[in-house]
């Protein structure tokens, strides 16, 4: 345990720069999304195909490392291994400007998820052993709205430098990730000793069952932000962009406001309640006849959605011991790799074959699934 950890002391410095290196490391990673489309079809005339293995490249190897950036880092120490997740992100940026070909491209697009795997993975893991043990689940929210924030501003960012040049898009990717290095260097390392080893394997099994959970959860969100603005346009309805940013911003806001209730009610309770939550949510989806119904069913999903991950982490976190948290994070966290490659071609398939309302009840099935695993989820609380 570390001494914020044993005294109730928030570190607020160390616990800035640690955000704040996430933060630019996604937005950094998150600028060339928006523009790797036109790009690769414009570049090298690729087809859908290719512009998709290129956009989502970066999940493959983010899928595959992170349990192993979590070893690394539980040996290693946490801000070394951010270090070089935000180095090898800002390398990607760096990358972009050579003329390395189409299998070039995706080959920095591999590198950059190594980067991405490495920043999350040991900045949640440090993030842990900073907090008070009555806060982590608050803690472990708000790293996720760091993330979500430089994701959602480096999208933003990347489609509005497009306009001044590909280059300037390509000069953020790397100049975001390298303030963010700066960040993380600026504050002294952990001063908790290195783990004795890790995690040993891909697969911990403190991480496995809500890790499950977490891939089922995924369901919903992914027929969401894939779907719902095509859906609304087909119903008459409209305003589907509107109904994402009201879904990203109750999912922030709930974390600020209420983002102590795993803490303070148990991560059990609050998982199991939020998985329902998020089911409802899509429920109310699938169904609604109007925009102000669908806003209900979003803000419910929101809601729902933004407590499940925090009260499934801090489930892991009570369930393994300090020297391999890690490693738990990463294999966790993988989870939502896998979700989203799953859920990806599988809610495409369902709205095909059954129209995009069976996606929602899909989702909602799923989230019921996960709030059962996360009621019958065994917790053994173990803090050295």
Known sequence: MTASSETGVLPRLTLTAVFGGLFCGYLGLSAAIPVLPDHVRDEFGAGDLVVGLAVTATALTALLTRPVFG??????????????????????????????????????????????????????????????????????????????GGISLGTALGAALRHFGIGAVWTLCAAAPLVGFVLISSVAPESRPAGSGGGRGLMLRPAALPGLALALAAAGYVGLAAFIIRDLQVRGIGSGAVVLSVFSAVYAGTRLVIGRLPDQLGP????????????????????????????????????????????LALMVMNSTESSKQGAALGAYTSFWDLGLFVWGPATGAIASGLGYPAVYLVGAGCALVAAVMAYTIRQSVTTS
Do not use: C, K
Request: a positive charge; charged letters at 10%; zero cysteines.
């Open 268 to 311: 059990r309770r609050v998982g199991t309640v939020s998985g329902l939550g998020e089911a409802a949510g899509l429920l109310i989806i699938a169904w609604s006849p109007n925009l102000p119904v669908a806003l209900l069913g979003v803000v419910v999903m929101g809601v729902g959605f933004s407590l499940l991950h925090p009260s």
């Open 71 to 148: 070893g690394l880092a539980d040996r290693h120490g946490y801000r070394q291994v951010m270090r070089f997740g935000a180095l090898a992100i800002a390398a990607g940026g760096l990358l972009y400007f050579l003329p390395l070909g189409l299998a070039g491209l995706i080959m920095v697009r591999l590198l950059v998820g190594v980067g991405e795997a490495a920043l999350f993975v040991a900045g949640a893991a440090w993030t842990v052993t900073l907090a008070p043990h009555n806060r982590r689940g608050q803690l472990i929210g708000l790293y996720g709205v760091a993330m979500w």
